[in-house]
């Protein structure tokens, strides 16, 4: 199988197959370059256009670089993952994970979650639950399950979040989200100013974790260099059930839009990110 293969090769052979992924990308299949440089034209308007496609370049390195990371959590070492991964300013989240607390860390498309996860499960003991979209492709969904499955995690799909948090409410967890993406028309969203337009977050997240009433932080992943990252965690609540209105999405949408001005180039710059746009 093509991904098992990928996942096998040496980091030297996978960054080179992602530079070359990312130039047929950007300058032949052109995939999304109207989408991007749009997105980021609208997020960064005192940007030059040098500067913009400067940034765009960057990020289309970057999503290769995730996708082919993503592949390689199938097998990725215990020790990788240790050097690849620096945690820091974890010290709350030690606390309830020894304690036998259950959390929701909810973070942003900025670095292989899947990779903190394993770093996580290995410095910490805890088990990691991804919240997951299905892929189309159903050999890929499979490998990747299967890849996000190897520290003891059970993923799940997003349409069964909300099941599996009340089937599973005793087991003790961790219950990992990623939620700065375009939400679906029918969900309930809040509109806010980020990134300079008018968007969309989706308010099923925290309805969920008011229900739970579980503590809750974001994970914010910087790169430090290619294939190297660090990763923080930063309180949200520790009480989110008390929290008024969407207070616990609007802190959410803070710790988001500031890790993304930090280095823009690592966000998913080419989803329709505004495709419903009111402004």
């Known amino acids: 199988m093509i991904y098992q293969a990928v996942a096998k090769l040496p980091f030297q052979a996978l960054y080179l197959l992602s530079d070359m992924a990312a130039f047929l990308l950007y300058y032949i299949a052109r995939y999304r370059r ?7 034209h609208r997020s960064f308007p005192d940007k030059s ?3 913009i496609i400067q940034i765009q370049k960057s990020a289309y390195l970057h999503l290769t670089d995730s996708f082919l990371e993503e592949l390689k959590t199938k097998t990725i070492t215990d020790q990788e993952v ?18 036998g607390k259950s959390v929701f860390l909810l973070t942003a498309h900025t670095a292989p979650i899947d990779w903190v996860a394993f770093a996580l499960h290995l410095k910490f003991g805890c088990i ?31 349409k069964k979040l909300a099941k599996d948090v009340i ?7 961790s219950i990992a989200m990623l939620a700065d993406l375009e ?18 977050f989706f308010l099923g ?21 290619r294939g190297y990252y660090q990763a923080y965690a930063e309180e949200i609540s520790l009480r989110p059930s008390e929290l008024e209105g969407e207070q616990l999405t609007r802190k959410y949408i803070q710790c988001v839009e500031k890790i993304i001005l930090e280095n823009p180039a690592a966000w998913l710059w080419t989803h329709k990110r505004w495709k419903h746009r009111t402004t």
């Not at 240790?82 to 709350?92: I, P």
């Not at 939400?183 to 969309?200: G, K």
């Not at 969920?208 to 994970?219: C, E, H, V």
């Open 34 to 40: 109207s989408i991007s440089y749009q997105n980021l």
């Open 49 to 51: 256009v040098k500067e």
């Open 82 to 99: 240790n050097a690849r991964v620096d945690l820091k300013n974890f010290a709350g989240l030690e606390k309830l994970f020894n304690n």
């Open 128 to 158: 990691i639950d991804p919240v997951y979209k299905p892929i189309h492709s159903n050999h890929l969904d499979q490998f990747i399950f299967a890849a996000r499955s190897r520290h003891q995690g059970t993923p799940i799909p997003y």
């Open 167 to 173: 089937l599973r409410k005793h087991v003790k967890r």
């Open 183 to 200: 939400p679906r028309s029918r969900d309930q969203v809040l509109e806010v100013d980020f990134l300079n337009q008018s968007t969309r």
């Open 205 to 225: 997240s925290e309805r969920i974790i008011k229900l739970t009433k579980l503590p809750t932080y974001f994970i914010g992943i910087r790169q430090v260099r």
